[in-house]
């Protein structure tokens, strides 16, 4: 899959994209804002790992956010299960030197285009840690809702944090 936007893109990640991918995701501000899955540091087997992982999604959710060049993050999509089939979670990271230039809110519009078109899902939410409010913007920018506060529900970096919750959704066509 490839979605261009703005001079970048949302592609299917390559396993060529390991050293770009640990180069941007070594980073403890990059690190601070993302679950712990994503290990600090961050090194080429942890990318090598979470590419293979990516690559394995079927249908595909998880994609690289790229330059021409290299890629220099990530966003992607937990579908959910049983009766939350017609949601799913969103998240995102974009290598510091990229940050305050619109690439992420580029990059989520493409991908809930997607969500919405290719994968008929009705819902996309994400939450965003306290700290984080640049996330908000984006999400907002993008055309997700607030929709409350989840109380002390998350542990990251030693301290508790409530997280912001957003979402955005379809209001017509067919609901699978």
């Not at 893109?9 to 712990?36: C, H, I, K, M, T």
């Not at 998880?62 to 049983?82: H, K, N, R, T, V």
Request: proline share 6%; net charge negative; aromatic share 14%.
């Amino acid at each position: 899959m490839r979605i261009e936007f703005g001079g970048w893109q949302v592609r299917s990640f390559e396993p060529e994209d390991a050293p770009a991918l640990a180069r941007y995701g070594n980073n403890r501000a990059v690190w601070r804002n993302l679950w712990d899955r994503h290990p600090y540091p961050y090194g080429i087997a942890d990318a090598e790992e979470w590419i293979q992982f990516a690559l394995e999604q079927e249908p595909e959710t998880i994609f690289a956010i790229a330059s021409a060049d290299e890629a220099i993050g990530c966003i992607g999509m937990l579908p959910q299960d049983d009766v939350a089939r017609i949601s799913a979670e969103v998240g995102y990271w974009l290598g510091e030197p990229f940050w305050n230039r619109g690439i992420v809110t580029g990059a989520l519009q493409a991908l809930t285009d997607y969500a919405f078109t290719k994968l008929d899902l009705v819902r996309l939410f994400a939450t965003v840690m306290e700290w984080n409010p640049a996330s908000a913007r984006v999400l907002e920018k993008a055309g997700y809702e607030y929709e409350g506060c989840l109380r002390k529900s998350v542990i990251k970096d030693g301290e508790i944090l409530d997280q912001w919750l957003y979402a955005i959704v379809r209001e017509q066509g067919p609901i699978p």
